[in-house]
């Protein structure tokens, strides 16, 4: 019911901000929770954050609590993670998914469409 397209990762210092964003597809982006997570290399899928459907309540993971935000704009389709105080350990490839029915997931296997991914590396 949804695609999600992901964009704005890149290359920045340690210490560095950025913000990737993720479109959606279709007219009922506003029924789904949408979350962000993180896949580095040789590592499983990690929980980064997570956004209710109205954008009322957000979790975020422990590694990643205080630096980063995740925020929404319905009307325009798009969820954003904004990332500052960034690290190397923060390298990643990030997704965004959507979940129909859970209202703060952290687990992968409550979200039903998941975007392509964008690099995101933190030199340091």
């Known amino acids: 019911q949804v695609q999600l397209v992901e964009s704005g990762g890149g290359l920045v210092q340690a210490g560095g901000s950025l913000r990737v964003s993720c479109a959606a597809s279709?007219?009922?982006?506003?029924?789904?929770?949408m979350g962000w997570f993180r896949q580095a290399p040789g590592k499983e899928r990690e929980f980064v954050a997570t956004?209710?459907?109205?954008?009322?309540?957000?979790n975020y993971s422990d590694s990643v609590k205080g630096r980063f935000t995740i925020s929404r704009d319905n009307a325009k389709n798009t969820v954003y993670l904004q990332m500052n105080s960034l690290k190397p350990e923060d390298t990643a490839v990030y997704y965004c998914?959507?979940?129909?029915?859970?209202?703060?997931?952290?687990?992968?296997?409550?979200?039903?469409?998941w975007g392509q991914g964008t690099q995101v590396t933190v030199s340091s």
């Open positions: 998914a959507a979940s129909r029915l859970a209202i703060l997931p952290r687990s992968p296997e409550q979200y039903d469409y």
């Open positions: 279709g007219r009922t982006f506003s029924s789904y929770a």
């Open positions: 956004m209710s459907r109205s954008g009322g309540r957000t």
